[in-house]
């Protein structure tokens, strides 16, 4: 019976909880936005031989072998649905940043994450403009009316 006479939490509390949910969503966004925009400015790609395929499903994970600058490289390839048929021994085009080729390695066919930085960006506006504009109008009906 107690917890059907609770008290709601404090607008306050929302906009608080939402403002710091925003903030989470716009730093996502932020890097994947920059992650993209560093491998456009500093990437290249080659082909890359499948040499492990580990997991199955959402735990699947691909390790490629590559050259970049003279050297060989084995790397996870990021984004692992794009690289949901791959086989050990195929061959893969991919696309690796040349200041640290083993880091961010993405299958070439795969298109920018956009999609993913404008999700993560909407999500960030609703916390951070959202919760605060719900939370002031939920204060404003707890006011009482001036006579």
């Known amino acids: ?77 990021e984004g692992r649905s794009d690289t949901a048929g791959a086989r050990v021994g195929d061959e893969l085009p991919v696309r690796y940043d040349t200041r640290d080729p083993a880091r961010d390695v993405y299958d ?4 920018d994450q956009y999609k993913l930085a404008y999700l993560t960006g909407a999500c960030a506006l609703v916390g951070l403009v959202g919760a605060p504009a719900i939370a002031w109008f939920a204060l404003r009906r707890r006011q009482p009316a001036a006579a």
């Open 108 to 111: 070439a066919r795969r298109s």
């Open 1 to 77: 019976m107690g917890l059907l006479r609770r008290r709601a939490p404090h607008p306050l509390l929302f906009a608080a909880l939402g403002v710091v949910v925003g903030l989470v969503f716009a730093t996502i966004a932020y890097r994947t936005w920059s992650r993209d925009r560093d491998l456009r400015e500093h990437g290249a790609q080659t082909g890359a031989r499948v040499v492990e395929v580990t997991g199955s499903g959402k735990g699947r994970r691909v390790y490629v072998e590559f050259t970049a600058g003279g050297r060989q490289v084995r790397a996870e390839v």
